[in-house]
């Protein structure tokens, strides 16, 4: 059975590109447009590792997917990798070192992402054990 990844991303610029690069490395690939869709698509799927937007309906709706992701059991422990053009767009001062403490993902990809550095986080997050997963904002 081929691994599963789901990329909540409103651009569909973006999801076509993904689709295309992570298909090619034999990946099943779903999306969904918003945080709620998302959420509930991975409930039905059950995916092996979660790409998420931040900036989607509202400039933090990716963080508050990540969180309610890790409150939930069936969910909790599905490496997130999170993709954000949030600094260029606004004047928010995203720091992914300093940040990463309180926000429960495991890495972070500034878009325009680079193609071959997706596919290389994809598989490092995909090799993660349970207990290597960021599910509380300390790791």
Same mark, same amino acid.
């Given at each position: 059975?081929?691994?599963?990844?789901?990329?909540?991303?409103?651009?569909?610029?973006?999801?076509?590109?993904?689709?295309?690069?992570?298909?090619?490395?034999?990946?099943?690939?779903?999306?969904?447009? +918003?945080? @709620?869709?998302? *959420?509930?698509?991975?409930?039905? /799927?059950?995916?092996?590792?979660?790409? &998420? $937007?931040?900036?989607?309906?509202?400039?933090?709706?990716?963080?508050?997917?990540?969180?309610?992701?890790?409150? +939930?059991? @069936?969910?909790? *422990?599905?490496?997130?990798?999170? /993709?954000?053009?949030?600094?260029?767009? &606004? $004047?928010?001062?995203?720091?992914?070192?300093?940040?990463?403490?309180?926000?429960?993902?495991?890495?972070?990809?500034?878009?325009?992402?680079?193609?071959?550095?997706?596919?290389?986080?994809?598989?490092?997050?995909?090799? &993660?054990?349970?207990?290597?997963?960021?599910?509380?904002?300390?790791?």
């Amino acid at each position: 059975m081929a691994t599963k990844i789901l990329c909540i991303d409103d651009d569909q610029d973006v999801i076509n590109v993904c689709k295309k690069v992570l298909t090619l490395e034999g990946y099943d690939f779903d999306h969904a447009s +918003d945080g @709620e869709a998302g *959420y509930r698509k991975a409930k039905d /799927m059950k995916p092996d590792l979660i790409i &998420l $937007d931040v900036m989607m309906g509202n400039d933090t709706e990716g963080f508050h997917a990540a969180y309610k992701f890790r409150q +939930d059991d @069936e969910l909790k *422990y599905t490496p997130i990798l999170m /993709m954000t053009s949030v600094n260029q767009k &606004l $004047d928010f001062n995203f720091n992914k070192k300093r940040d990463r403490e309180f926000l429960p993902v495991d890495e972070f990809l500034e878009k325009p992402v680079n193609l071959d550095m997706l596919v290389v986080t994809v598989k490092k997050l995909l090799a &993660l054990k349970k207990e290597q997963v960021n599910i509380d904002g300390s790791k």
